[in-house]
C-alpha cells in the first residue's frame, strides 16, 4: 500500500473531521458499568501516529479514560507469546460470531469461545497468561502495556470494583467454559485480571502509539522498544480484522477495510500495516457498542485518503 498523502495532511484532516462531528449527539453512553456512565459525552480525540514516530491530534487526546475491550487485543498478544500459537488456538478459536460481545455462547463443536475479542474468548486468553499466582500475572500484563504505551499506566480502581460487583454475565461465562474444561478452577483470579485488563487507564494519543507499534510489526515507533514478537503480529491483526468490531465487523471490513477494536468506554484503535496506528475516542455508542463519531471518522479517513486493505 502507498500513502497518497503527505504527512501534512494528516492534521488538516484529523481537525477536520474533528470539527465536523463534534457536535453529533448521536447514541448513548454505557451505563451498565456504574463508573462508565460518568463519562461526559462531549469527550472528543482523534489521533494518528506513524510508523516513523510522527505524532497528529485533535481535542481531548490527553483525556485518560479505561481501556476497556481494546485490552483484548494486547492479551491475546501475550498470550500467544506466553502459550504459543497452538496451545491459544486449542483454547480459543478465530471464527466471528456475528453476535454481541456478551453472549453467552460457546463453538458448539469445540466447546471454545469463537474468537478473542468477544467477551468469553478474552477471559478464557487472560487465563493463559502465565505466572507464579496473581500479582505476578498482574505485574507482567502491566509491563506489556508499558512496553506498547511507552509509559507506566495504572489501573482505576472504581472501575475495576465496578466491573468485579457488576460482571455477573462475564461470570456466566466463566462458569460454562469451565464446565467444558477451556479454563481451570481458579475463575476468580481470571476474572479478577480480566477485570483489571480493561480498567487499565489510557487516553487517545496513547492507544494510536499502542495501534502504531501494530503497525511497525510490534516496535514502538517512539522508544523502538519491541512490544510483542513480530511472529504474532499476523495472528493479532488477523483477527483484529474478522472480529474487532464484532457484530459490525462485516460493514466495517467492507467500507473501511483495516484492522480495528472498539471498547465501550469509547475508545477505537486502527492499524494501517507498516504505516501508522488510528485511535479515536468518544463515549457516545451505537446499539453494537462502537463509538459513533469514532466509526464515522475511521470511515471518513479510510475513503479520503484510499486506506481499504484492497484499494487498487
Known amino acids: 500500500m502507498q500513502l497518497t498523502f503527505e504527512p501534512g495532511e494528516i492534521q488538516t484532516a484529523i481537525e477536520e473531521l474533528h470539527h465536523k462531528y463534534r457536535c453529533l449527539q448521536v447514541g448513548a ?26 505524532c497528529f491530534s485533535v481535542g481531548d487526546s490527553q483525556q485518560l479514560f479505561t481501556i476497556q475491550s481494546i485490552s483484548k487485543v494486547f492479551v491475546y498478544g501475550l498470550a500467544l507469546e506466553d502459550r504459543g500459537r497452538d496451545r491459544v488456538l486449542a ?32 477471559i478464557a486468553t487472560t487465563s493463559l497468561i502465565q505466572g507464579k499466582g496473581a500479582t505476578e500475572r ?43 474444561g477451556m479454563i481451570d478452577e481458579k475463575i476468580d483470579e481470571a476474572l479478577d485480571l480480566y477485570f483489571q485488563q480493561c480498567s487499565l487507564m489510557v487516553n487517545c494519543l496513547d ?23 513480530s511472529c504474532y503480529i499476523r495472528d493479532i491483526l488477523s483477527v483484529m480484522y474478522t472480529c474487532g468490531m464484532y457484530n459490525f465487523a462485516g460493514e466495517w471490513a467492507y467500507k473501511v ?10 475508545g477505537l484503535i486502527v492499524v494501517v500495516p507498516r504505516r501508522m496506528g488510528i485511535a479515536v475516542f468518544s463515549p457516545l455508542l451505537d446499539e453494537r457498542g462502537n463509538s459513533v463519531r469514532g ?18
Open 207 to 229: 492507544l494510536a502509539v499502542m495501534a502504531a507499534t501494530l503497525a511497525n510489526c510490534g516496535i514502538n515507533p517512539l522508544n523502538k522498544v519491541q512490544a510483542v514478537s
Open 295 to 312: 466509526v464515522k471518522v475511521c470511515e471518513e479517513l479510510s475513503q479520503r485518503f484510499g486506506l481499504h486493505l484492497f484499494e487498487s
Open 257 to 266: 477495510g483495516l484492522p480495528a477494536k472498539s471498547g465501550v468506554s469509547g
Open 138 to 180: 498482574l505485574n507482567r500484563m502491566l509491563a506489556m502495556f508499558e512496553r506498547y504505551i511507552g509509559h507506566e499506566s495504572f489501573i482505576d480502581m472504581p472501575t475495576f470494583m465496578s466491573e468485579r460487583t457488576t460482571g455477573h454475565r462475564n461470570r456466566a461465562m466463566a462458569h460454562l467454559m469451565l464446565n467444558f
Open 91 to 122: 483454547t480459543v478459536g478465530v471464527e466471528p460470531t456475528g453476535d454481541a460481545f456478551n453472549a453467552i455462547i460457546l463453538d458448539e463443536r469445540s466447546q471454545r469461545p469463537y474468537n478473542p475479542m468477544v467477551n468469553a474468548g478474552a
Open 29 to 54: 453512553i454505557a451505563n451498565y458499568i456504574p463508573e462508565l456512565a460518568k463519562m461526559n459525552p462531549d469527550w472528543f480525540s482523534i489521533c494518528v501516529v506513524t510508523a516513523d514516530g510522527q
